[in-house]
Nanobody
Framework: QVQLVESGGGLVQPGGSLRLSCAAT????????MGWYRQAPGKQREWVAT???????NFADSVKGRFTIPRDNAKDTVYLQMNNLKPEDTAVYYC???????????????WGQGTQVTVSS
């Protein structure tokens, strides 16, 4: 029984930064790998980043070197720190967790409602 709630989106100029938060309810947060995905209108959903329960991270090539994914298990929260934002980063960003037997990224895994990020001058 996990719920994910994203916050922190908004409008930023190119080169700016945003920090997204994903707050999870439920007692199993600390054992889950958590992920961030994004989707722009007319495009496929795209994987952005993951962080394991022990803090191991991976990033899509499109955001590598610009984004980080801090995790605070004590607060049941995962973040997406986005730096040097580009217009092509504009999308709705979704927090994601596995829902066994469904793996991370599955339509039937746990998803937040999404938060809009717009990068524009």
């Amino acid at each position: 029984q996990v719920q994910l709630v994203e916050s922190g989106g908004g409008l930023v100029q190119p080169g700016g930064s945003l920090r997204l938060s994903c707050a999870a309810t439920g007692s199993i947060f600390s054992i889950y790998t958590m992920g961030w995905y994004r989707q722009a209108p007319g495009k496929q959903r795209e994987w952005v980043a993951t962080v394991t329960a022990s803090g191991v991270t991976n990033f899509a090539d499109s955001v590598k070197g610009r984004f980080t994914i801090p995790r605070d298990n004590a607060k049941d929260t995962v973040y997406l720190q986005m730096n040097n934002l580009k217009p092509e980063d504009t999308a709705v960003y979704y927090c994601n967790a596995p829902r066994p037997p469904y793996t991370l990224g599955s339509d039937r895994s746990y998803w937040g409602q999404g938060t809009q990020v717009t990068v524009s001058s």
